[in-house]
C-alpha cells in the first residue's frame, strides 16, 4: 500500500504545494475580515480536491488494471485512497492551524471553542462528502465521478443540517453547540468508515478491464 | 513438467461475447503465444487468469496457485498494451513507486534497462513515446524477479529493432527453466520466432494449443484448382478457402499430402495463414 500511497503524493504533490500557500495566505488574509479560525471549515474540504486528482489521472492512465497485477490487493487499492483522503483533511487541517497560531501569537483573540467548533464542522464535511464520493469513483466513470465529487460537498451540508437539527429534538443546540457538532463530526466517522467497507465490497466483484 | 498456468474451461459471457471454456497451459520454461483476430477473446483470457475481470466458471491456476495472492503476484510481471502508468510520473519516480510496491524490486536491474533502453529517467511519461512507454513497461516487468510474465499486445507499436531486442530478452529470459512466458501478440512472426507452443482462440474458443513446431513443420497449404479440389480425400482437410484463381486447403501434414498427392502443389503454411484459414475458411 505505500508504494501506491507515495504514487499519489507525487501525483499529488504540486496542487497540495498551492493548496498549503493559498490556505496560510487566505488565513492572514481572512483575519481582517472575520475569525480566521472559520477557515478550518474551508481547509480540509478544499484539501481532499487532491485525492480526485489522483482519482482522475488513475483513470486516464489505466493505473488500476496494472496496480492489481502487482502485490497490491484491491481492499489496499480502496483502503490506500480512503487513507491519502484523510491524510489530505488532517494536512489541510494542519495548515489552516499555522495562520491561527501566529495571529494569537501576536495577540489575536481565537479561542479553542472556535477552533474546535469550526474543526469539526469542517471534518465532518469533508468526511460526509469523501463517504459519498469516493465509493462512487470507484462505480462510475471519471466524468460522472467528478460530478459526484461536487455534489457530495453540497449533500455534506444538507446533512449537516439535517442531523443539526435532529440533535436539536434531543436537546438545544445553541446551548451546546460544540457538543452537537462534535456528535456530528463522529457519525461522519462512522459514514466514512461504512462507506470504505462497501466502497471495499463493491470494488472486490468489480470487473477492471 | 509443471506448469506455470493451467487454465481449464475458463468461462465469461458478455452481452455480445462469450469465452467459451476456454483451456490451455503454459509449461514451466516455454513460451506461449496467444493467436486470434480482434475480440477473439485473447485479452479477455489474460484479464480473467489475472483476476482483473471475474470468471463464471473454470479453473486458473497460476504457479501452482489457483489463489492469485501478494506472493504469487510478487514473482509475475504483466505489460499490457500501453504503459498504465501514471504520466505525471518520470521513470525515477516510478522506481521509487515499485520499491514500496515490490519486496523483491531489483533497482540496479531497473536502472540498467533503462539505460539499455536508452530511456531518460527524470522525463515525465507524458512525453514518451508509445514504443518507449512499453519499454518502460518491460523494464518495470523484469525488474523485480519474476518467474513468469504476461504479455497483452506488448510488441505492438515498436519498430522492428526494438522489437527483436525485446525477442532476445524475453528468449533470455526463459533460458532459465522456472520461467516461463504468455504473449499474446497480432504480430505472429514475432512469436514464430520465440514460441514453444500456440494457442489459437477464435470467437471465444480454444481451436488449437499446439507446439509451434508441429505447425510450422507439418503444416501445409495445398495450392490447386477446381478439379484437383474435388479430388481430395475430404477427411485430410483442416479448412479450405476459394481464392481469385486457385483454392488454398489447410492440412495438418504437408509432408503426407505430398506423397498422397504429387500432382498437387503443397507449401509451408505461416501461423498468419493457418489463423486466416481457420477463421476465413470453410470446412
Known amino acids: 500500500m505505500k508504494g501506491v500511497l507515495v504514487k499519489d503524493l507525487y501525483i499529488a504533490r504540486s496542487n497540495i504545494l498551492v493548496m498549503i500557500v493559498s490556505l496560510v495566505v487566505l488565513g492572514f488574509g481572512l483575519s481582517f475580515l472575520l475569525e480566521t479560525s472559520a477557515l478550518l471549515v474551508l481547509a480540509p474540504v478544499a484539501a481532499t480536491t487532491a485525492a480526485f486528482i489522483s482519482i482522475t489521472s488513475d483513470a486516464a492512465s489505466k493505473w488500476n488494471k496494472n496496480v492489481i497485477t502487482m502485490p497490491v490487493s484491491r481492499n489496499q487499492i480502496i483502503g490506500e485512497k480512503f487513507l491519502f483522503y484523510i491524510l489530505l483533511a488532517i494536512l489541510g487541517m494542519l495548515t489552516a492551524l499555522v495562520p491561527c497560531v501566529v495571529l494569537t ?57 439535517g442531523l443539526v437539527l435532529l440533535i436539536n429534538l434531543v436537546f438545544p443546540v445553541k446551548e451546546n453547540i460544540l457538543l452537537a457538532f462534535h456528535i456530528v463530526l463522529i457519525i461522519s466517522v462512522i459514514w466514512f468508515f461504512i462507506s470504505y467497507r462497501i466502497a471495499v465490497k463493491v470494488y472486490q466483484k468489480r470487473d477492471i478491464s | 513438467m509443471t506448469n506455470a498456468i493451467m487454465v481449464s474451461g475458463l468461462t465469461k459471457t458478455y452481452q455480445d461475447f462469450v469465452l467459451d471454456h476456454v483451456s490451455f497451459t503454459v509449461p514451466s520454461g516455454s513460451i506461449v503465444g496467444l493467436i486470434g483476430e480482434n475480440g477473439a477473446g485473447k485479452s479477455t483470457t489474460i484479464n480473467a487468469a489475472l483476476g482483473l475481470i471475474q470468471k463464471e466458471d473454470g479453473v486458473v491456476s497460476i504457479l501452482d496457485s489457483e489463489e492469485l495472492d501478494g506472493d504469487v503476484k510478487e514473482q509475475i510481471g504483466v505489460v499490457f498494451d500501453g504503459s498504465n502508468y501514471p504520466e505525471i510520473l518520470s ?41 518507449m512507454k512499453m519499454k518502460l513497461a518491460i523494464s ?16 505492438s507499436g515498436l519498430d522492428p529493432v526494438v522489437r527483436d531486442d525485446i525477442l ?11 520461467h516461463s512466458i504468455l504473449v499474446s501478440s497480432h504480430i505472429t512472426s514475432d512469436l514464430e520466432k520465440i514460441a514453444d507452443y500456440i494457442v489459437f482462440i477464435h470467437e471465444g474458443k480454444v481451436v488449437f494449443e499446439k507446439p509451434k513446431d508441429e505447425l510450422i513443420e507439418r503444416y501445409g497449404i495445398i495450392k490447386c484448382g477446381a478439379a484437383q479440389f474435388d479430388a481430395l480425400d475430404k477427411s485430410d482437410i483442416i479448412s479450405y478457402r476459394k481464392m481469385d484463381y486457385e483454392w488454398q486447403i489447410l492440412v495438418s501434414d504437408r509432408e503426407r499430402m505430398q506423397k498422397k498427392y504429387p500432382k498437387a502443389l503443397v507449401v509451408p503454411a505461416t501461423i498468419d495463414e493457418i489463423m486466416l484459414l481457420y477463421v476465413k475458411g470453410e470446412k
Request: hydrophobic share 45%; net charge neutral.
Open chain 1, 105 to 161: 501569537c501576536f495577540g489575536m483573540d481565537i479561542t479553542l471553542h472556535s477552533l474546535l467548533l469550526y474543526g469539526s464542522i469542517g471534518m465532518s464535511a469533508t468526511l460526509l462528502a469523501g463517504g459519498i464520493s469516493l465509493p462512487c469513483a470507484y462505480l462510475f466513470d471519471p466524468e460522472k465521478s467528478q460530478i459526484v465529487f461536487m455534489m457530495s460537498f453540497m449533500a455534506s451540508t444538507g446533512i449537516i443540517t
Open chain 2, 168 to 178: 532476445d530478452m524475453l528468449l533470455d529470459f526463459v533460458q532459465d527453466e522456472e
Open chain 2, 91 to 131: 521513470p525515477r519516480k516510478l522506481n521509487r513507486v515499485m520499491k514500496n510496491i515490490y519486496r523483491t524490486w531489483d533497482e540496479q536491474a531497473y536502472l540498467r534497462l533503462l539505460k539499455q533502453f536508452s530511456l531518460p529517467v527524470d522525463k515525465q511519461i507524458r512525453q514518451f513515446s508509445k514504443g
Open chain 2, 140 to 155: 518495470v516487468a523484469f525488474s523485480h524477479h519474476s518467474r513468469l510474465l504476461l504479455l497483452d499486445e506488448a510488441t
